[in-house]
């Protein structure tokens, strides 16, 4: 689950870790209010969506006073903010925080996620703040320095003064960045973070240490422990399939192919959309049903991939162990009926049931494929679509 950068911030301020003076606003007037509380001569309107490259796309702007300030809020709120992580269809902004500005010195990078290789969480540390990490690997991998954290032991305090030496902190600095690692890190193991990332991590003129941003991803299946973290997902920045989705209990992503999919398990459904490619067409979800789907979630997992109008073909791949291949039938023949259906189907089902499942199918008088095997439903689907 991700949350916005003003709720990540809110987080950070419960565990001590310091953030610049601001407010979150929904209008322009409520913006000139939060600048004219902080005070200063200058202040950042910052606009408020699930993606990066919000400063490139026009969504992140200085205000030299407080007219200045509402004018920008009036222009960022509303707008539909496009970056290289929305993809070209961008985000609407529906709130903006208001900062004052800071007097910087250096930007660094700070970021806390789970590496899987290690099975163990690695904090990353870069001088090249300000810059996607991804393209620091690529280009300077030599200014990452990293530390792996034994869940076991806990972070230790040598870790890290080794971080804050290793990006060319000194003094008094690096008691400051210490202490600022520590409490990220203790926020990161108290919700179940999957990822936390400061980006630029700011030194001040004044010496001081402040999370200038903030993005703050949780791991979903850990929720049920932390009930007020739900409350701070936005559902307008969730996909409307993939929020109808998840209220039915299935596991559904929009992709931008036009191959509609319908899997039960998710290895299946990783190799159902390998397979689609490789027959030379682009998935347009990854749905999985689950091994003990009901009629109902088939139903429901059916409406939903015809949802999308990019969707030209539908390929269900089935293998019947858990989830019997005439439940199946049964779930996609009852949403044929609810749902006006005008793209070809092409079916594979093996397993429990699957004589009775394609009987079933076959006996409904209905146009539906079958294929032979995966790979034949995958070449027939992929020239269909």
């Given at each position: 689950?991700?949350?916005?950068?003003?709720?990540?911030?809110?987080?950070?301020?419960?565990?001590?870790?310091?953030?610049?003076?601001?407010?979150?606003?929904?209008?322009?007037?409520?913006?000139?209010?939060?600048?004219?509380?902080?005070?200063?001569?200058?202040?950042?309107?910052?606009?408020?969506?699930?993606?990066?490259?919000?400063?490139?796309?026009?969504?992140?702007?200085?205000?030299?006073?407080?007219?200045?300030?509402?004018?920008?809020?009036?222009?960022?709120?509303?707008?539909?903010?496009?970056?290289?992580?929305?993809?070209?269809?961008?985000?609407?902004?529906?709130?903006?925080?208001?900062?004052?500005?800071?007097?910087?010195?250096?930007?660094?990078?700070?970021?806390?996620?789970?590496?899987?290789?290690?099975?163990?969480?690695?904090?990353?540390?870069s001088a090249a703040g300000g810059m996607e990490i991804e393209e620091v690997?690529?280009?300077?991998?030599?200014?990452?320095?990293?530390?792996?954290?034994?869940?076991?032991?806990?972070?230790?305090?040598?870790?890290?003064?080794?971080?804050?030496?290793?990006?060319?902190?000194?003094?008094?600095?690096?008691?400051?960045?210490?202490?600022?690692?520590?409490?990220?890190?203790?926020?990161?193991?108290?919700?179940?973070?999957?990822?936390?990332?400061?980006?630029?991590?700011?030194?001040?003129?004044?010496?001081?240490?402040?999370?200038?941003?903030?993005?703050?991803?949780?791991?979903?299946?850990?929720?049920?422990?932390?009930?007020?973290?739900?409350?701070?997902?936005?559902?307008?920045?969730?996909?409307?399939?993939?929020?109808?989705?998840?209220?039915?209990?299935?596991?559904?992503?929009?992709?931008?192919?036009?191959?509609?999919?319908?899997?039960?398990?998710?290895?299946?459904?990783?190799?159902?959309?390998?397979?689609?490619?490789?027959?030379?067409?682009?998935?347009?979800?990854?749905?999985?049903?689950?091994?003990?789907?009901?009629?109902?979630?088939?139903?429901?997992?059916?409406?939903?991939?015809?949802?999308?109008?990019?969707?030209?073909?539908?390929?269900?791949?089935?293998?019947?162990?858990?989830?019997?291949?005439?439940?199946?039938?049964?779930?996609?023949?009852?949403?044929?009926?609810?749902?006006?259906?005008?793209?070809?189907?092409?079916?594979?089902?093996?397993?429990?049931?699957?004589?009775?499942?394609?009987?079933?199918?076959?006996?409904?008088?209905?146009?539906?494929?079958?294929?032979?095997?995966?790979?034949?439903?995958?070449?027939?689907?992929?020239?269909?679509?």
């Amino acid at each position: 689950m991700k949350i916005h950068e003003y709720q990540a911030k809110q987080l950070l301020k419960k565990f001590n870790v310091p953030i610049p003076q601001g407010g979150v606003a929904t209008d322009p007037h409520e913006a000139y209010q939060i600048a004219e509380a902080l005070g200063g001569m200058t202040y950042v309107v910052k606009a408020q969506i699930h993606a990066g490259g919000r400063g490139k796309g026009g969504g992140v702007k200085v205000a030299a006073d407080l007219n200045e300030v509402r004018q920008l809020a009036e222009a960022i709120l509303g707008m539909t903010l496009v970056t290289h992580q929305t993809g070209p269809e961008g985000r609407v902004v529906k709130k903006v925080l208001v900062e004052q500005a800071l007097d910087i010195k250096q930007e660094l990078y700070l970021g806390i996620v789970i590496d899987r290789a290690q099975a163990r969480p690695v904090i990353m540390m870069s001088a090249a703040g300000g810059m996607e990490i991804e393209e620091v690997a690529a280009r300077t991998p030599e200014l990452i320095v990293k530390e792996a954290i034994d869940p076991a032991v806990g972070l230790m305090p040598y870790q890290t003064r080794n971080l804050a030496f290793g990006v060319g902190l000194d003094g008094a600095l690096i008691r400051t960045a210490s202490n600022f690692i520590t409490n990220l890190y203790q926020m990161f193991m108290a919700y179940d973070c999957s990822l936390v990332e400061i980006n630029p991590l700011v030194v001040t003129n004044g010496g001081q240490l402040l999370a200038l941003d903030a993005k703050v991803n949780f791991d979903d299946n850990a929720l049920y422990r932390h009930k007020d973290l739900i409350e701070l997902e936005d559902p307008n920045e969730i996909d409307p399939l993939e929020l109808e989705a998840k209220k039915h209990n299935l596991n559904y992503i929009r992709l931008d192919g036009t191959v509609g999919a319908m899997v039960n398990g998710a290895g299946l459904a990783m190799a159902t959309m390998d397979l689609i490619k490789l027959a030379g067409a682009e998935p347009a979800n990854f749905l999985d049903v689950g091994g003990g789907a009901s009629a109902d979630m088939i139903t429901n997992g059916f409406r939903i991939i015809l949802g999308d109008p990019r969707v030209k073909a539908i390929l269900i791949n089935i293998f019947g162990g858990i989830l019997r291949c005439d439940v199946l039938a049964q779930g996609v023949l009852e949403a044929v009926k609810q749902v006006q259906v005008q793209v070809p189907i092409i079916i594979r089902l093996e397993g429990t049931r699957c004589e009775i499942g394609r009987d079933l199918l076959k006996d409904s008088g209905l146009d539906f494929t079958v294929a032979s095997d995966m790979l034949d439903a995958a070449h027939k689907v992929a020239a269909l679509a």
